[in-house]
C-alpha cells in the first residue's frame, strides 16, 4: 500500500542536541511538506519542497533544516537553535500544486528532556 | 487578517445531533477545498473535497462551499461518539498563482457524546 511514514512516533532531546525527523513516501508524490502542531496554533509550515534537491522556507523556518536528496525523503532536523521544540510535527505529500491535497503522516511527538 | 478563519470550538454536541462546522476565506482565488478529520495524536486524513462551488455527499458528510460569500461548511448527520475528533478545513488557489501549498484553517474541535 502506498502511504507516508513518519519516524520515530515519539522522540526525546536534550537541551542542546540536534535531532533528526525521518519522512518516506512511496506516493510518488513531488512535494513534501514539514509542519508543526502545537495545542491551539493549527499547523504552521516549518518547510516544503516542490521537487528533488530543493526546498524552501515556511512561515516557522528558525531552528530547523532539510534535504530532499531523494524524492521519497524529506528529513527534518530539529537544531539546538530551536529554542521550543516540544510539539507534534507532521509530514504530508502532495502532487505538484496540491490540488487534491495532502496526504500526512501519522506525526513525531518531540519532547524535550 | 489571516486567509482562513475557523471557529477553534470546542463543539460538544449529544450523539445524534447535526453538526455544522464552518471556515471563512478572504481569498476569491481559492478554487479548491478541503476538510480533514484528525484524531487525538494522530495525523490529519482527507474527509472530504470540493472543487468551486457547490455540494458534496458522502455518507453521513456533506461539504458545501459558497464562494460568493467566500463560506464553506462540514455537515455531519447522525452524529456518533466515534466523529469526536479535530476538523481542519484548507484550500488551495488555482493555476498560475498555486503557490503548491494549501492553507488551513486552526481546527475545530468535536465532541460527541454518548
Known amino acids: 500500500d502506498g502511504g507516508i511514514t513518519q519516524s520515530p512516533k515519539y522522540l526525546f532531546r536534550k537541551e542542546g542536541q540536534n535531532v533528526t525527523l525521518s519522512c518516506e513516501q512511496n506516493?510518488?508524490?513531488?512535494?513534501m511538506y514539514w509542519y508543526r502542531q502545537d495545542p491551539g496554533q493549527g499547523l504552521r509550515l516549518i518547510y516544503y519542497?516542490?521537487?528533488?534537491?530543493?526546498?524552501q522556507k515556511g512561515d516557522i523556518a528558525e531552528g530547523y533544516s532539510v534535504s530532499r536528496e531523494k524524492k521519497e525523503s524529506f528529513p527534518l532536523t530539529v537544531t539546538s537553535a530551536q529554542k521550543n521544540p516540544t510539539a507534534f510535527y507532521l509530514c504530508?505529500?502532495?502532487?505538484?500544486?496540491?490540488?487534491?491535497?495532502?496526504?500526512f503522516g501519522s506525526g513525531t511527538r518531540l519532547t524535550v528532556v | 487578517q489571516k486567509e482562513v478563519e475557523q471557529d477553534p470550538g470546542p463543539l460538544s454536541v449529544p450523539e445524534g445531533a447535526i453538526v455544522s462546522l464552518n471556515c471563512t476565506y478572504s481569498?476569491?482565488?481559492?478554487?479548491?477545498f478541503m476538510w480533514y478529520r484528525q484524531y487525538s495524536r494522530k495525523g490529519p486524513e482527507l474527509l472530504m473535497y470540493?472543487?468551486?462551488?457547490g455540494n458534496k455527499e458522502d455518507g453521513r458528510f456533506t461539504a458545501q462551499v459558497d464562494k460568493s460569500s467566500k463560506y464553506i461548511s462540514l455537515f455531519i448527520r447522525d452524529s456518533q461518539p466515534s466523529d469526536s475528533a479535530t476538523y481542519l478545513c484548507?484550500?488551495?488557489?488555482?493555476?498560475?498563482?498555486?503557490?503548491?501549498?494549501?492553507?488551513f484553517g486552526q481546527g475545530t474541535t468535536l465532541q460527541v457524546k454518548p
Open positions: 504530508a505529500s502532495s502532487i505538484q500544486g496540491a490540488d487534491y491535497g495532502y496526504t
Open positions: 506516493l510518488n508524490h513531488d512535494a
Open positions: 519542497s516542490q521537487i528533488v534537491n530543493d526546498f
Open positions: 481569498n476569491s482565488a481559492f478554487q479548491y
Open positions: 470540493t472543487y468551486s462551488s
Open positions: 484548507a484550500m488551495s488557489r488555482h493555476g498560475s498563482s498555486n503557490t503548491g501549498k494549501l492553507i
